[in-house]
């Protein structure tokens, strides 16, 4: 029963961080290049701008609950490469003890978590995309 209301909220709160942090790459674009530029992904500026705009729509897609699917696998793609890049050292060091940083501290992991856990295979039932599918299926 409270499945529903539970996954709406969790892609309200997901979908925000993202438009947030897209509008904040958007809001200084050199320092996403900069940060690209440094860690050798290729046409850095472009990327800065690619990374920027998915986040910011596919946030606001998340929120809405339209292309859920789509959006959650992309934007889960994009954390597993700042894993793999940016991350890289922080997410390795979270692994030792000892280290000052834990998971929690390595934001692509905070995101990539209901990003990709959230089920995005499950149909929502407060969503955008439900509301489109009971509209073509009521013109049948």
């Known amino acids: 029963m409270l499945q529903p209301i539970a996954a709406l909220v969790s892609r309200l709160v997901v979908g925000e961080a993202f438009i947030l942090t897209g509008l904040g790459k958007w809001r200084n674009l050199d320092g996403p290049t900069a940060l690209f530029t440094q860690i050798g992904i290729p046409a850095p500026r472009a990327n800065a701008v ?33 894993l793999m890049t940016a991350d890289r050292q922080d997410f390795l060091g979270a692994f030792d003890p000892s280290a000052e940083k834990g998971f929690m501290d390595v934001t692509p992991l905070v995101f990539l978590i209901p990003s990709s856990g959230s089920r995005p295979t499950e149909r929502a039932r407060v969503s955008v995309d439900r509301l489109l599918r009971r509209g073509s299926s009521n013109r049948s």
């Open 50 to 82: 690619f990374i920027a705009t998915l986040e910011l729509v596919g946030g606001a897609c998340l929120m809405l609950g339209l292309g859920t699917r789509v959006f959650s696998l992309l934007l889960s793609a994009t954390m597993v490469v700042a």
